[in-house]
């Protein structure tokens, strides 16, 4: 029996095995969304904005590595895919976005809604194409398929809406790619790199996502070359747990220890990441970089030797030319881990929530926290303690991952999320949505910003519609609180930055989530347990110190009286106003 473009489309996603479908219903989707209503074991997920679809498909690829999918439709559902398109681009995550488009006669007319797909999102997918007759099915469709997958990216498949109904002469079911191919650098690129790493006195690991699947590799190299290991916020997932070498994050999240291993080191070793960062990474130091991504290597720091390939296949094929490491000096390894213990242990006592009734916490809430608000720290430390074994967290850009990469500990089965390489706001909610569906019996947790939260608000809604048990933790602390720190520490005032919020528990109440407002310092740690505990969708909101300062692992003077001048800045207009 002849099938329908949409048919064909829904029974290829169903063979692939996708469960979900995000979007927004609209008339150029509803034969799409009329097949998914017919087709067992594929749902359609309706959220209250195309941007949460598209995050929500992207986390669940990123969890799953296989295919995420969401629909926009004509115009300006299209439009609202984008932003979570790039989040899914930027992680190199496959995503296949499907769009509607106004019927085939019309396109080119500058009809009603018409935009060009094709051209929109040009620059965000590695494929992109509109079907223009049934007979290009299922072969465009594979294109497409095969293209996000083997790119690692997104692929946008624009369907008219006249076109979703029409029958096709080619019956046969589509095919997709089931394997995937490991690439290893040849043995030249092998040699000069041992010989580099095998010459060197005191080598430090730079880790990022691209090594997670080859933990015991990477640990074997840390332990032949005596070096410690520099995170990714990405790799915590994979290296965090179990690690006598790791010594956590770099960059404004990051801490001394994590810059004491890279500015002491005669070799930087990059393993699977594109840190960004330039002005973090050492110099005088040569550098060894292996990269499945060809087009990665060398681009933030200048090379001695550039591996293209995947990190495990490189590893095993280089350790074997590696000298053993008995007699490597370990006093570069011991100094960093000496060092960054010692700062964990003072991140602790900022975390302990009887912190400001100590002395010198006193003497600090004096300057920084007057109104008695909830430190940051401690939040976040209480939800690492209570938080499951197999949690997946996501969080916020700005603040709230700052908390997170300082105080929640990626041990056990946790899994980990953010718009890490896009940095957008409005992330967490949406991908914990997504990390929910995916994964319905384990805890999900999303460290929301309130001006994340705020932005795409609309969609607590479908986490009630869908009874989905996530759990927002929200820093509440009236202020884009990343915006407000660069300001300060470039010497402005702040500005612009502080939010008129609403209560959000009582906004959760009444959407029928449960909300929990805290405000007492004292309250933090039952709160949490409280929400952790609660049965469905909860909404924490928890009035954080708007103030807190998070001190980059390498803070520089420049920085120091930038933020002493802001400060003088804001007091004078404080004392005006």
């Known amino acids: 029996m002849a099938r ?16 979900h479908v995000f979007g927004v219903v609209g008339d150029a989707l509803n034969p799409l969304t009329d097949a998914i209503r017919s087709t067992e074991g594929v749902e359609w997920v309706g959220c209250r904005h195309e941007e949460a679809a598209a ?11 296989t295919l995420g999918v969401c629909m926009g439709t004509v115009g300006p559902g299209a439009v609202h895919l984008l932003n979570g398109l790039y989040d899914a681009a930027k992680s190199r995550t496959p995503v296949l976005a499907i769009t509607g488009q106004v019927p085939l006669t019309e396109i080119g007319s500058d009809y009603f809604q018409e935009v060009d797909n094709d051209l929109l999102f040009r620059d965000v997918a590695v494929f992109r194409a509109t079907v223009t007759s049934p007979d290009q099915m299922p072969r465009l469709l594979e294109s497409a398929v095969r293209a996000a997958i083997s790119e690692s990216g997104v692929a946008v498949l624009t369907v008219p809406g006249d076109l979703g109904d029409q029958e096709i002469g080619d019956d046969r079911p589509a095919r997709f790619p089931r394997t ?36 015991e590799e990477v640990l074997t190299l840390a332990e032949r070359t005596a070096a410690p290991m520099v995170l990714s916020l990405k790799a915590k997932e994979g290296f965090e747990e179990s690690n006598e070498y790791q010594v956590g994050q770099t960059g404004l999240i990051g801490n001394p220890a994590a810059s004491r291993a890279l500015d002491g080191c005669d070799l930087l070793v990059m ?44 590893l095993r094929a280089l350790l074997p030319h590696l000298s053993e490491g008995a007699d490597r000096d370990r006093r570069h390894l011991e100094s960093a881990r000496k060092e960054f213990v010692h700062w964990q242990a003072g991140q602790a006592k900022l975390a302990d929530p009887s912190h400001d009734e100590r002395l010198t916490g006193r003497l600090r809430r004096a300057l920084d926290n007057p109104g008695h608000d909830i430190r940051p720290e401690a939040l976040a430390a209480a939800v690492n303690e209570l938080a499951d074994q197999d949690a997946v967290f996501t969080s916020d850009t700005g603040m709230a991952t700052v908390w997170l990469s300082r105080f929640v500990t990626m041990h056990g089965e946790r899994r980990l999320l953010g718009s890490y390489n896009l940095g957008s706001m409005a992330n967490a909610m949406p991908q914990a949505l997504g990390a929910q569906l995916w994964a319905p019996d384990r805890q999900v947790i999303a460290f929301c910003g309130d001006g994340g939260l705020s932005m795409l608000l609309g969609d607590l809604m479908t986490i009630k519609t869908h009874r989905l048990p996530v759990k927002l933790v929200v820093f509440d602390n009236r202020r884009l609180g990343m915006v407000k720190l660069e300001q300060e520490q470039a010497g402005l005032a702040e500005f612009g930055t502080e939010l008129d919020n609403p209560d959000f528990a009582a906004v ?4 029928g989530l449960t909300g929990i407002r805290v405000t007492d310092p004292a309250t933090v740690h039952d709160s949490v347990r409280r929400a952790l505990s609660t049965p469905g969708p909860v909404l924490l909101d928890v009035l954080t110190n708007p103030q807190e300062l998070a001190v980059p692992g390498k803070p520089t003077v420049q920085q120091g009286w930038g933020f002493a001048i802001a400060k003088l800045k804001e007091t004078l207009q404080s004392k005006e106003d």
């Open 4 to 19: 329908t473009v949409a048919r064909v489309i829904i029974d290829a996603l169903q063979e692939l095995g996708v469960r």
């Open 55 to 65: 995050f929500a498909a992207g986390a669940q690829s990123q969890l799953s590595g």
């Open 180 to 215: 995937r191919p490991v690439t290893r650098p040849d043995e030249p690129g092998i040699l000069e790199a041992a010989e580099l790493i095998n010459a060197a006195d005191k080598v430090t690991l730079l880790v990022g996502r691209g090594a997670r699947q080859a933990r």
């Open 271 to 314: 393993l699977g990441t594109d840190f960004p960062y330039r002005d973090w990474y050492p110099t005088g130091c040569k550098v060894v970089q292996i990269d499945v991504q060809e087009r990665n290597l060398g681009r933030r720091i200048p090379l001695d030797a550039g591996l293209a390939g995947d990190v495990g296949a490189t």
């Open 508 to 511: 959760a109440n009444a959407l």
